[in-house]
């Protein structure tokens, strides 16, 4: 009898594609004038980062507004008729000390959970989103998009664990590339003032990964200022000390429009 087909780990990743391309198959019930957009933003992130065995190393955004050493963030969206066309990059270097809870196994029944640990860390995160968008409705309030993309997203973290036992370093990089697909668009309440949003899934590098993205702008001339809250999160599926990690925070953009 035959053979059974090993199932391929970017499966996920090829079904993502293949609903991408459907969606953006959709048909659009006005076309939209050609407009370029570039935003530059301020994300004041929270970093859950989860390690393998459990541990979280928890960085609030006033640590990380404190230990930022280096941050670049923004956005590139052209619009002609239908179709959109889009760059999302983030980098930032952020380096973290402090104690934590370290969970063990001690093997003796009345033996700790955890013990605890100084930990002195630096991560560097990169992502890249390139992403390709068709108009679902174009209404008088209404604008809103099917996206389908590739997200790259790069992880360097360097991690020095020291408890009364002794030390412990270490040094990982992931480097994750995910298809994905998902929504955007704008509700407009009047001239001026709208909301924006953005939810986007992929997969294949990681197990999963998410992008959620809303708030209020205040448009003037070819000019915006944007209030929102945005979440990511990235469940790996083959990382050395990674399991997962999640940015999440207030935001303030600026945009011009030409």
Not at 123 to 135: C, R, S, Y
Not at 193 to 217: C, Y
Request: proline fraction near 4%; charged fraction near 20%; include cysteine.
């Amino acid at each position: 009898m035959p053979s059974a087909t090993p199932r391929s780990r970017f499966a996920p990743a090829s079904r993502l594609a293949a609903g991408a391309a459907f969606c953006l198959a959709l048909p659009a019930t006005q076309v939209a004038a050609a407009e370029t957009t570039v935003s530059l933003y301020l994300w004041g992130t929270d970093v859950d980062q989860t390690l393998e065995g459990g541990t979280r190393l928890e960085t609030s955004r006033q640590t990380v507004m404190e230990n930022l050493e280096f941050g670049l963030m923004g956005t590139l969206v052209h619009r002609r008729g239908p179709w959109l066309y889009g760059f999302d990059g983030l980098y930032a270097d952020i380096g973290k000390d402090g104690d934590v809870d370290v969970p063990v196994q001690s093997g003796e029944p009345d033996g700790p959970e955890s013990i605890e640990a100084a930990l002195d860390f630096t991560t560097k995160t990169i992502m890249a989103h390139a992403f390709v968008g068709h108009e679902w409705y174009r209404g008088a309030d209404w604008a809103l998009y099917g996206t389908g993309g590739i997200r790259y997203t790069r992880f360097e973290t360097e991690l020095t664990v020291a408890t009364d036992a002794g030390g412990r370093r270490f040094e990982t990089e992931d480097n994750l590339t995910d298809a994905t697909f998902g929504v955007r668009g704008h509700y407009a309440y009047t001239p001026h003032w709208s909301t924006p949003f953005i939810l986007d899934v992929g997969t294949g590098s990681t197990e999963a990964s998410l992008h959620a993205f809303t708030g209020i702008e205040y448009a003037w001339g070819a000019s915006s200022v944007t209030a929102a809250y945005r979440y990511m999160k990235w469940k790996l599926d083959d990382s050395d000390y990674l399991d997962r990690v999640i940015y999440e925070g207030p935001l303030l953009a600026f945009s011009y429009r030409f």
